[in-house]
């Protein structure tokens, strides 16, 4: 199920980057400005397990956003693993980053694989879509 809480600083952050989320996803979500493509990504997938949706909207390019973001509270987002990107440094204007995450719901255990693609505009980074593949797994 989606948790609505925030992890504590000192609890490991749900992108399972091993970081503390004070240090990781934490101030991405609170600030929703992240350095990267990927460090973006990792806050969107945490804003997934903890069941933020105000994040996932604020970083999400305008021309490609929802009206409206439900999101499942009956999956559990248990890990994402980061399989590459391309470009989405600090003074990139456009990145990709390709990753699979790892959840459960009630038909039990899944695994997504998208291949998104982010700009950053203003010196912010903005998801603005993803192509969906089949896992590996």
């Known amino acids: 199920m989606t948790s609505s809480a925030t992890p504590a600083d000192t609890d490991r952050c749900p992108c399972t980057s091993g970081d503390v989320y004070a240090s990781c996803c934490g101030p991405v979500i609170a600030s929703g400005i992240a350095p990267t493509a990927v460090r ?31 999101l499942d509270a009956g999956t559990r987002w248990l ?39 982010f700009v950053r505009e203003e010196r912010v980074w903005l998801y603005v879509d993803g192509d969906v593949r089949p896992s590996t797994r």
């Open 40 to 70: 973006l990504m990792r806050s969107r997938f945490s804003a997934f397990a903890i069941g933020d949706a105000a994040h996932l909207i604020r970083t999400w390019h305008p021309s490609t956003r929802p009206g409206d973001l439900g």
């Open 79 to 117: 890990r994402l693993d980061i399989l590459g990107h391309e470009a989405g440094g600090p003074f990139d204007a456009e990145g990709v980053v390709e990753f699979e995450a790892f959840y459960r719901d009630g038909q039990g255990r899944g695994a997504l694989r998208e291949r998104s693609r």
